[in-house]
């Protein structure tokens, strides 16, 4: 069986990952978690752009550097997840080191704690020792990936009527 694993988006992706955007964009209308706001470009050099300037520190959408990566298996983008090297004052509160998402017709395979589990290798890499990753309250799936990698909820906090669950997890 085939291991999942990360890769940096790249033009030869291109045609997948449009093909993974609009499944994302059919079933939910909204937000591609853990892709630096891919749901809101039409033109995928452009994104790429984005996120290559995130990385180095350029035009800053969270205000800190941030890496972007696409998991595949089996050759298939199965999502997404962006990783920030420290937290804002905003990423403090909501948002936290780690956004990750799978793809609709791959949820409920074990890959979104599979990916959280990889990012938190990616954080112990840049020396960060405690990892803060956020959820909607109302999310249970990612509730229970961010406890399977070891995530102790710290706190709730409302947010625009949401509710947002805080979960810090040691990585030292």
Sequence with gaps: MEE???IIPAIEHKQAA???RREWLDYEGMNIHG???FHRYD???EWLDHIENNRKGKNLK???PADTYFAA????IVGTVNIRHYLSESLL???GHIGYGVRPSERRKGFATKILSMALEKCRKLKIEKVLITCDKSNIGSARTIQK???ILENEIEENGEIIQRYWIDIT
């Excluded at 298996?73 to 298939?76: D, E, L």
């Design 18 to 20: 449009m093909e993974m």
């Design 93 to 95: 509160k909501i948002g």
């Design 73 to 76: 298996y089996n050759g298939k």
């Design 149 to 151: 990698n070891g995530g």
């Design 35 to 37: 892709s630096l706001g």
């Design 43 to 45: 033109n995928y050099e």
């Design 4 to 6: 999942l694993y990360f």
């Design 62 to 64: 969270l205000k800190v």
